[in-house]
């Protein structure tokens, strides 16, 4: 077989090296620093060849030499990246419980080749192959139905085959690998590679030529695989979706298309209604436009595509006159917590709770107030023009006609910008402060909490790591975080409307646990841990599978109690 030609280039820079350093071995005084340096090289070299290399002579190079990169992650693990704490173990005679639990279950859960520096890929990875939800959705649509027979009234008779369908070409690469990693391997493990899935990820990581991968961030490389499998399954619904015949105004539509009359939806799910389910779901269009016609019986939809996917609900309120705008609601993909400065321990309810906590905006126009002060100012105004000229005055009749439209402005529940614009006097723009907070309108069933841990140093100015603790619960309860559902004034009409509810298995008994009001139950399911500056560390895996505790770091496995605290990232929770 024939070297490639990265190959053949990186072994004649190093055997340049070598030849440099061997020299300086025999002719220096300090020849012990030369030798260990020499002895680095060599050490590299070989690492490199078994991470990177993927032609025949690679491959054999990585039998030969595997257990090079193996032992050096191993020390650096065990001593660096959280290790050595009593709470970590791999099969040994301390940890017989586990062991036996371990074996009884299987074994060992696969690994994942460290390619040079992909540890960040590695453990969102690995944190997203123990999500069931994920596992699931990803299997509703990926292979192929074949037809066996058709209804009476034409329908089709399917059945679902093992064959993927052509054009989920990331997808599959993805949901292989996930499934891959889920095997049972018993004491030994068993190592993959990314490299298939890299290569069928379009604006993927970029591979260094001598030293790997570039050391990102693990949160960027989760949205950008979340971003890929959304972007497919969008893909593939719209491509089997009928040609839209052209609409005659398209140009003219209004923000009223946004909604939809409740009373032509045969179902109708609403905040926290039937928990994990996706596609459209529906916001109170009261909330969105408070001056829309008949708002109270029209919703505005919103598509929830992948089981990450949530809404968030922000509102503004003036806290002179109370006047709340709309309500504007967002599809997010998971939570972002920024630890501040706290820089020994933190809690994560602390952390929620910081999350919604009210923010006070100073010194913002509103429009109530500036609308009020103008009419105030134009009564008084008024009243001494009737007392100078009488009621014959133009500028009388002007005053009163205008006093008339903010009189109906002010009845309506929000003052928009256009109708200020119009009917208030220059100078009369009254600032005041605003409360803005924002909760969870629907939480998503697989939810990923960022833990960021960048914080601004004012000796150094320049950003570096909280390394505070993190205490996050083993089951957390969200109610607090939702949005309050109100009282449903025509519960027995929206219980008509949903009335297919428990066609798709979910129970009356499940929805009245899904309220705002009631718990709203999160299992901990992988933490993703960092250990390092805020420039370059390294990135491991707590993951739970089959009722265990495996902590990973690239195709490092062991079984654990529980994840440590220590050094969290990312959280990942699955609704119960």
């Known amino acids: 077989?024939?070297?490639?030609?990265?190959?053949?280039?990186?072994?004649?820079?190093?055997?340049?090296?070598?030849?440099?350093?061997?020299?300086?071995?025999?002719?220096?005084?300090?020849?012990?620093?030369?030798?260990?340096?020499?002895?680095?090289?060599?050490?590299?070299?070989?690492?490199?060849?078994?991470?990177?290399?993927?032609?025949?002579?690679?491959?054999?190079?990585?039998?030969?030499?595997?257990?090079?990169?193996?032992?050096?992650?191993?020390?650096?693990?065990?001593?660096?990246?959280?290790?050595?704490?009593?709470?970590?173990?791999?099969?040994?005679?301390?940890?017989?419980?586990?062991?036996?639990?371990?074996?009884?279950?299987?074994?060992?859960?696969?690994?994942?080749?460290?390619?040079?520096?992909?540890?960040?890929?590695?453990?969102?990875?690995?944190?997203?192959?123990?999500?069931?939800?994920?596992?699931?959705?990803?299997?509703?649509?990926?292979?192929?139905?074949?037809?066996?027979?058709?209804?009476?009234?034409?329908?089709?008779?399917t059945m679902r085959s093992n064959q993927p369908k052509p054009e989920l070409v990331f997808t599959n690469a993805l949901?292989?690998?996930?499934?891959?990693?889920?095997?049972?391997?018993g004491s030994l493990g068993k190592e993959f590679s990314t490299k298939k899935l890299l290569n069928k990820m379009p604006n993927g990581p970029k591979q260094n030529f001598f030293l790997g991968y570039n050391q990102e961030d693990a949160q960027e490389f989760y949205q950008l695989l979340m971003n890929l499998l959304e972007k497919e399954y969008k893909k593939m619904n719209s491509s089997r979706l009928p040609t839209p015949e052209p609409e005659e105004n398209e140009n003219s539509k209004s923000d009223e298309n946004r909604f939809v009359d409740i009373r032509n939806l045969k179902t109708v799910i609403t905040g926290c209604d039937r928990l994990g389910k996706l596609g459209t779901v529906y916001v109170p269009a009261a909330e969105v436009d408070p001056n829309l016609d008949d708002a109270e019986h029209k919703v505005m939809p919103l598509n929830l595509i992948t089981p990450v996917d949530g809404i968030s609900a922000e509102k503004v309120e003036c806290l002179t006159c109370g006047e709340v705008g709309g309500t504007r609601f967002s599809v997010i993909s998971g939570l972002s917590l920024n630890l501040g400065n706290n820089y020994s321990s933190v809690d994560l309810h602390d952390l929620l709770n910081e999350w919604i906590k009210p923010e006070v905006i100073e010194h913002v126009n509103c429009n109530r107030c500036g609308l009020t002060q103008t009419r105030d100012f134009l009564i008084e105004t008024l009243t001494d023009l009737k007392e100078k000229d009488?009621?014959?005055?133009?500028?009388?009749?002007?005053?009163?006609?205008?006093?008339?439209l903010i009189e109906v402005e002010l009845?309506?529940?929000?003052?928009?910008?256009?109708?200020?614009?119009?009917?208030?006097?220059?100078?009369?723009?009254?600032?005041s402060s605003k409360e803005k907070q924002i909760l969870l309108e629907r939480p998503?069933?697989?939810?990923?909490?960022?833990?960021?841990?960048?914080?601004?140093?004012?000796?150094?100015?320049?950003?570096?790591?909280?390394p505070a603790s993190i205490n996050f619960p083993m089951n957390l309860n969200l109610a607090s975080y939702i949005v309050p559902q109100p009282e449903d004034e025509n519960n027995d009409?929206?219980?008509?409307?949903?009335?297919?509810?428990?066609?798709?298995?979910?129970?009356?008994?499940?929805?009245?646990?899904?309220?705002?009001?009631?718990?709203v139950e999160f299992q901990l399911k992988a933490v993703i841990a960092h250990f390092g500056s805020h420039s370059y560390g390294h990135y491991i895996c707590y993951r739970k599978f089959n009722d265990l505790w495996f902590r990973i770091s690239d195709e490092d496995v062991a079984v654990v109690d529980e994840p440590l605290h220590q050094g969290a990232y990312m959280l990942f929770y699955e609704l119960v």
Request: charged share 20%.
């Open 1 to 157: 077989m024939f070297l490639s030609k990265r190959i053949i280039v990186f072994l004649i820079i190093n055997f340049t090296l070598f030849l440099q350093l061997f020299k300086l071995t025999l002719f220096t005084k300090n020849k012990l620093i030369s030798t260990v340096s020499t002895s680095i090289l060599v050490f590299l070299t070989l690492y490199y060849l078994t991470a990177s290399t993927t032609s025949t002579l690679g491959s054999k190079l990585s039998s030969t030499f595997n257990i090079i990169p193996r032992v050096l992650r191993s020390i650096m693990n065990y001593s660096r990246f959280g290790n050595g704490n009593g709470n970590y173990s791999r099969f040994d005679k301390q940890n017989t419980e586990a062991r036996e639990l371990a074996m009884k279950n299987g074994g060992l859960v696969g690994g994942l080749s460290n390619d040079g520096n992909t540890c960040f890929m590695n453990s969102v990875i690995q944190s997203l192959a123990s999500s069931k939800e994920l596992l699931k959705f990803i299997d509703s649509y990926l292979y192929v139905d074949i037809e066996l027979d058709k209804k009476p009234n034409g329908e089709p008779i």
């Open 175 to 185: 949901k292989s690998l996930l499934d891959s990693l889920n095997g049972k391997y």
């Open 390 to 404: 009488g009621n014959s005055n133009k500028l009388v009749e002007q005053f009163e006609t205008r006093l008339q």
């Open 411 to 431: 009845k309506k529940h929000c003052v928009t910008d256009e109708a200020f614009e119009k009917l208030t006097i220059k100078k009369q723009i009254k600032q």
């Open 444 to 466: 998503p069933s697989l939810l990923c909490i960022h833990l960021n841990r960048s914080v601004f140093d004012p000796r150094t100015y320049s950003i570096v790591k909280n």
């Open 493 to 519: 009409e929206k219980a008509a409307v949903n009335g297919d509810a428990e066609s798709d298995g979910t129970s009356a008994e499940t929805e009245s646990n899904t309220t705002g009001a009631k718990p």
